[in-house]
């Protein structure tokens, strides 16, 4: 799960690229207003399918990965 804290970039746009290209449901993207890292968390948290969770809170460099 990505959660969309208010991405100032354009990372938001290669997130739904990606996304768009692996179709699979796994993977969600949730958006909020800037809130802030805890807010962020807590969404994450409140919306898990599973029991085991990961939180990453560091800006991912995206050229990489998309």
């Known amino acids: 799960m990505i959660v969309d804290d208010y991405f100032a970039d354009n990372s938001l746009e290669k997130i739904n690229s990606s996304l768009n290209k692996l179709k699979d449901s796994r993977f969600r993207l949730v958006h909020q207003e ?7 968390r807590n969404q994450a948290l409140s919306r898990l399918r599973s029991n085991m969770c990961l939180l990453q809170t560091v800006m991912l460099d995206l050229s990489v990965i998309c």
Do not use: E, I
Request: net charge neutral.
């Open 34 to 40: 800037n809130l802030g890292v805890a807010s962020a």
